[in-house]
């Protein structure tokens, strides 16, 4: 999205964690075809949001095995993922899953089998100005 702020004020580690799980299992289920990673401000929860806060979503799409509904309403759950499966998610969408409820985030899935998965998280994260980005330096 070419509206995005230059900055944003949060924790790069976590965000990059929850972004890494769901990107691994996009490109190693997608044997042909694309895996898309965006970024753009969540114009539903902008509105709603104080003017020096922003809502960031990324988007991690493909085009890959895709899951069926029973998977996809169990993929997160630490205790359910199923190794015998050639397709399982693993534990890393629970740990996505973790840390973006602990950033006050959401996350959610559509998923197809044979079609691909869409999965998304929504951030709420704080504009970062040149005068704070001085302070913290």
């Not at 044997?31 to 949001?49: I, P, R, S």
């Amino acid at each position: 999205d070419t509206n995005l702020p230059e900055r944003f004020a949060g924790n790069l580690h976590f965000i990059l964690q929850a972004i890494y799980a769901p990107l691994e299992n996009a490109v190693q289920f997608t044997h042909n075809g694309l895996v898309e990673l965006e970024f753009q401000l969540d114009q539903n929860l902008k509105q709603l949001m104080q003017k020096e806060r922003t809502a960031l979503r990324i988007t991690i799409s493909d085009t890959g095995l895709g899951m069926g509904q029973e998977q996809v309403a169990s993929c997160c759950d630490f205790f359910s993922n199923d190794k015998s499966r050639d397709h399982s998610p693993g534990l890393g969408l629970q740990l996505c899953k973790d840390i973006v409820l602990a950033m006050n985030g959401s996350l959610g899935i559509e998923s197809n089998p044979g079609r691909g998965t869409k999965l998304w998280i929504t951030l709420p994260l704080c504009l970062a100005s040149e005068e704070s980005l001085k302070a913290s330096a």
